[in-house]
Every structure is written in structure tokens, then in C-alpha cells.
């Protein structure tokens, strides 16, 4: 995203959300890679749930982590 994600309104909501709920993090380190999170379930499962920042502060939703984490079976041994 580069200096372009500066200039999106989005980024700038999620920075003054993150404010206004008292985040305090040092704001050290790369700063220009977007994250994601994945819930992959045991053997052939797969991929149960993939969430992947479109831009700077995009949250995952704890409820769709919550329902794939239950969907997850254990694996035969």
C-alpha cells in the first residue's frame, strides 16, 4: 500500500477507532504489511475461514473466527 494507504478514508476511520478505544501499541516495525488471519481445520479440511487486509486496521470479524474454529474436527488417527 505504500504511501497511497495514507490517503484512503478507511485507513484514517480505523486509525481515530483505534484512538477513541485507547489503543496504545508502540507503532514500531515495518508499518507497510498488511496482515490476515486464517483458521485451517485438521487433515483435508482445509482452509475454514481466510481474512486478509484490504487495508491498514481492516478487522476480522470474532464471530466468523469463532464459528470455523468450531467447525474444525478432530483428525482420525
Known sequence: MMLS???RLGV????FRA??????????GE?????GVYVVG???QG????H?????????????VLEAAEKIKPQAS
Open 52 to 64: 486478509r487486509e484490504k487495508e491498514f486496521g481492516d478487522k476480522v470479524s470474532l464471530p466468523a
Open 19 to 28: 484512538w477513541r478505544s485507547g489503543y496504545s501499541g508502540n507503532l514500531e
Open 47 to 50: 482452509v475454514l475461514l481466510e
Open 31 to 35: 508499518g507497510f504489511t498488511l496482515g
Open 12 to 15: 484514517w476511520q480505523n486509525f
Open 5 to 7: 494507504g495514507f490517503f
Open 42 to 44: 485438521a487433515g483435508r
